[in-house]
């Protein structure tokens, strides 16, 4: 069975940073470009940036609200995919989904960003 | 960035009756491999999306053959043959052909 499973949410200060972690099991990772979409409270998805596998030059592209900000690396020895998020503003504050093209989405995991 | 824009943004239908659901890009999403990266997804209240459609017409697996997805170029449309309860939620177009994904904006559907 296919997993996605995200976590590391949490409450976070302006300006803090936070690490959000996805396990992923059920298929081949290392072969699996990666992405991660986030959903503000009430709103639509947004994309924020994916990871080519290793074989493809393992480069990462990012939407421009993060680009500087956000970075997205990965471990494939632990079929794990993260999400380092670095100067976080109140307007980061959203559900963070990990996905990939073929093997679905996350549950999801929640990113407030408040004083 | 493309651009995609979804109308209606509010779809209250019938049970058993049909619903229907426009996509446009500001832009063309022909690929250059000749392939159209246009998805169609479903998210159910409190639930993660899920995606329906890929390629502009190819069902997900387990993915009941009421749903069609239709259209070209810069044109695209999501088609519930007879809605069900179980179809209520919003519904995302997706397009993979430009470098950056970029989402519709979300119509949502309910029952009448």
């Known amino acids: 069975e296919v997993q996605l499973v995200e976590s590391g949410g949490g409450l976070v200060k302006p300006g803090g940073s936070l690490r959000l972690s996805c396990a992923a099991s059920g298929f081949t990772f290392n072969n699996t470009w990666m992405s991660w979409v986030r959903q503000a409270p009430g709103k639509g998805l947004e994309w924020v940036g994916r990871i080519k596998s290793k074989t493809d030059g393992g480069t990462t592209d990012y939407a421009a609200p993060v680009k500087g900000r956000f970075t997205i690396s990965r471990d494939d020895s632990k079929n794990t995919l993260y999400l380092q998020m670095n100067s976080l503003k109140t307007e980061d504050t959203a559900v963070y989904y990990c996905t990939s093209e073929d093997w679905g989405w996350g549950q999801g995991t929640l990113v407030t960003v408040s004083s | 960035d493309v651009v995609m824009t979804q109308s209606p943004l509010s779809l209250p239908v019938t049970l058993g009756q049909p619903a229907s659901i426009s996509c446009r890009s500001s832009?063309?999403?022909?690929?250059?491999?000749?392939?159209?990266?246009l998805d169609w997804f479903q998210q159910r209240p409190g639930q993660s999306p899920r995606r329906l459609i890929y390629?502009?017409?190819n069902r997900d697996s387990g993915v009941p053959d009421r749903f069609s997805g239709s259209g070209s170029g810069t044109d695209f449309t999501l088609k519930i043959s007879r809605v069900e309860a179980e179809d209520v939620g919003v519904y995302y177009c997706?397009?993979?052909?430009?470098?950056?994904?970029?989402f519709g904006q979300g119509t949502k559907v309910e029952i009448k």
């Open positions: 390629k502009v017409s």
């Open positions: 997706m397009q993979g052909t430009h470098w950056t994904w970029t």
């Open positions: 832009q063309s999403l022909v690929f250059s491999d000749g392939n159209t990266y």
